[in-house]
């Protein structure tokens, strides 16, 4: 089934710029991640989303999963549970665009996390 590519234009702005600033992400009081190399993307209407470089996430934590998902603008996601040290797990907390369409290409090798299912602290 053919898939809708659609480019970030003006009526569905895409920015993406490096964040500037420490991005810490915890589940539980567990840091899963830390860098000083986020992007922030603002897609439309969306709130803005950090992508974190996978490097700069505890692998160990990781578990990929089969879920996919597609947007338009930015292609097919993939998605990564995160198991804790406690034991729990976290479904599909973690999305990524491994192969994004060229309009947002920068974001290739980065994750993103659920900002409402992980506590995600910028500065």
């Not at 198991?83 to 797990?89: A, E, I, V």
């Not at 369409?101 to 299912?117: K, L, N």
Request: net charge negative; proline share 8%.
């Amino acid at each position: 089934m053919p898939r809708t590519v659609k480019i970030p234009d003006a009526t569905h702005p895409i920015t993406i710029k490096p964040t500037g600033a420490h991005v810490t992400v915890r589940l539980g009081g567990t840091v899963i991640a830390e860098t000083d190399h986020a992007l922030s993307l603002a897609e439309s209407t969306y709130p803005v989303a950090q992508y974190i470089p996978l490097d700069d996430v505890n692998q160990s934590l990781l578990e990929r999963t089969t879920t996919q998902t597609y947007c338009p603008y930015k292609g097919d996601a993939s998605y990564y549970s995160v198991k804790t040290p406690d034991g729990s797990l976290e479904s599909d907390l973690i999305w990524t665009y491994e192969h994004p369409y060229q309009s947002v290409a920068e974001i290739a090798g980065h994750v993103a996390f659920y900002p409402d299912r992980a506590e995600i602290t910028v500065g």
